[in-house]
C-alpha cells in the first residue's frame, strides 16, 4: 500500500541526522562486536537503588508523579546540591525533574529560546543541543574544543557572542573529548555571561566522573551566576542507570518555570516509582558515584594503554566521563566515519566517529579524523577489545 505522500517527518527535523550512538549500537549487535561506541555501562548501580524501585512498584507508586517530580526526589537533589556545593536551592521551586537530561536540554530549548536567539556552545557537542536548538529556532554559534587539549579559546569564546546571543550552553565534565572545565575557564564564560546578560544552560551529566587532578566546578558556584544558570543532571551516568532516564534541572525559579512550562506538553511528568529510588541514590549513596570514578580512572588507563599498542594513541588523557578520542589520520584514515564503519569487519569494535558533534567537521582543527571510545564496559570487555585492535590490520 502507498504511503500519503504526507507520512514524512516535519522539515524541522529532517535535515538532522538519526544519533550516531544507535546506529553505531546497531552495527555491534549485528556483527556481534565488542561495543565501545555508544556511552552506556555494562553493569548496574547500586543494588539498594534498585530494591527501592522494586518498593516503590509494589507500594502502588505506579501513577501519575506530580510534574515537577516527587517531593522526595526534589528535596534530594537540592540537598545533593547543597552538600556537594554549597549551592541553596528551594526544592518546590528551584528543582524540577525531567525524563533524563536529554528532556532537560529538550524542554530548556522549547521553554527558553526564542526564535532567532543565538547560543554560543561548545563543539563537539551532545548531538541532541544543536538538534534541539534547531526545532526551537535557535541558531548555534560554536566554539570548537580543538585537538589535543580540547580546551576553550577564551578569544573565540569572547569573538562567538554578538547582540542576538542570549544563551551559553555548557557541558562539563564534557563529552565526547572528556575535557573538565577548568575554574578559570568557567570564570571567563562567567565574566562574558554578567558583562551581556546572558543565562548559562550547563549540562553536568559526568558531574561526578572526574579523574584524579581535576575538579568539577558548577559555573553555578562562581559569584553572580546562580541567578542565571540552569543546571541539568540525571541519575544515568552518576548511578550506571542510563536505562533510568530520570534527570532534573535546577536553578533560578523562573528558568525552572520555563522549563516545567515545556515539560508539561512532552511528558507532563517522568516516570514515577524510579524517582523515589533515585531520591534514595541521591541521599543515602554518595560513595558509589567516587567509586565508580576511581574504577573508571583505572579503566581509562587500561584503554589508553591498549590503544597505544594498538596505533592509536589517545590524543590526550580523559579528565572525566567515560570518554576517550583517538585520532585515526595517524593510519593513513582521512574519515573517522569510515574508520568506524569499517572497524567491526577489521578489528571485532565498535567506536563513534566524532565528525557529526560538529557544525563544519572540516574547519581547521574540527574532528573529521576523531573517533571516540567509551571505556565505561567491564575491563575484559576493555582489554578484548584492545587486543583484538592491537591483533588487526588498522591502516586505512
Ligand atoms: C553530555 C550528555 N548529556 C546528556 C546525556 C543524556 O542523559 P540522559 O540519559 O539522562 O538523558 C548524555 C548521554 O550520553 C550526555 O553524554
Redesign the pocket.
Known sequence: MPESSRARTATRLADIPPTI?AEMSALAVRTGALNLGQ?FPDADGPPEVVAAVERALASGRNQYAPGRGVPELRRAVAAHQQRHYALELDPDTQVAVT???????AAAMLGLVEPGDEVVVLEPW?D?YPAMLQVAGGVARPVTLRAPDFRIDLDELRAAVTPRTRFVLL?SP??PTGTVLTRTELEAVAALAIEHDLVVIT?E??EHLVFTGHEHVPIATLPGMAQRTLT?S????SFSF?GW???WVSGPPALVDAVVAAKQWLTFTSGAPLQPAVAVALDEHDDWPAALARDLQERRDLLCAGLAAAGLPAVSLPQG?YFATSDVSTLGWDDGDAFCRALPDRAGVVAVPTQGFYAAPDAPGAGRHLVRWAFCKQRDVISAAVERLAGADLTA
Open positions: 550512538f556511552g525524563t533524563g537530561a536529554t528532556e532537560g536540554v551532545y541532541s557541558n564534557h563529552n549540562d551529566v559526568y541539568i540525571s541519575v544515568g551516568k542510563t532516564k530520570v534527570g566521563t
